[in-house]
């Protein structure tokens, strides 16, 4: 079945450090590839998203390439913020967003 | 943006009580909504999928009867936890569709702590 790995938290930063929060799957056929992140108190909002192999999701700094021959999707940020403490969903799904398939989660931590 | 809010954000309740848990979608309408469980460090799974004015349709293992879900309005479902256990403490997260394929909202999850 369909499974995503990510690694465990938490991951402590100091500001301006690079991340790279890494992101692996088991899927059948040619699933699209999603990074949800929680911040505190709040629910679960779409950062980036890549649909086929090669494509690079983007925003608010934040990227993932889709890998389709090592079948990762790894976030990086060049330079976190204290702001961007919060925790970190990969995901997936071939049947539609509906049907995410959700790794464990990774807290960030950054401190000033 | 859409907004989806969920209710409560905690609870701790006795063994064999009920405990019931709101999703709303507060701009938009949602026939259809999905919950989610998450258990200690494991994934978030899909547990059920609401359909507004319809039963809804539970994933593979997760008893019906226990976890009572209710979509009465085409801007509120419910998830009640009946006769609740130990073993149902969890993270319970709600999302609903907004229309465009690759997008849902979520609500901000319940802890739930069965004592």
């Known amino acids: ?112 | 943006g859409a907004v989806v809010s969920q209710h409560p954000s905690w609870v701790i309740c006795k063994s064999g009580t009920s405990v019931k848990i709101e999703c709303r979608s507060l701009d938009f309408q949602a026939t259809t909504m999905f919950w989610y469980r998450q258990f200690p460090k494991q994934s978030l799974m899909l547990m059920a999928t609401s359909n507004e004015g319809s039963k809804a349709t539970y994933e593979q293992g997760v008893e019906k009867d226990k976890f009572l879900i209710n979509h009465a309005s085409l801007t509120l479902s419910t998830l009640t936890v009946t006769s609740a256990h130990p073993e149902d403490s969890s993270f319970y997260i709600c999302s609903a569709p907004t229309g465009r394929v690759t997008e849902a909202f979520f609500g901000q999850g319940t802890r739930l702590t069965v004592v």
């Open chain 1, 1 to 112: 079945g369909n499974s995503v790995t990510q690694m465990e938290g938490p991951v402590t930063l100091s500001e301006e450090a690079f991340l790279t929060i890494n992101c692996t799957y088991t899927a059948t056929g040619y699933p699209s590839l999603f990074w949800y992140v929680q911040y505190p108190g709040e629910g679960l909002q779409l950062l980036l998203k890549a649909t086929k192999a090669d494509d690079k999701g983007s925003n608010k700094g934040f990227e993932a390439t889709y890998r389709k021959e090592t079948t990762s999707f790894h976030l990086e940020k060049g330079s976190v913020q204290v702001s961007d403490s919060a925790v970190y969903f990969c995901a997936l799904t071939n049947t539609g967003f509906q049907k995410l398939v959700f790794g464990t989660g990774t807290r960030l931590l950054v401190s000033p």
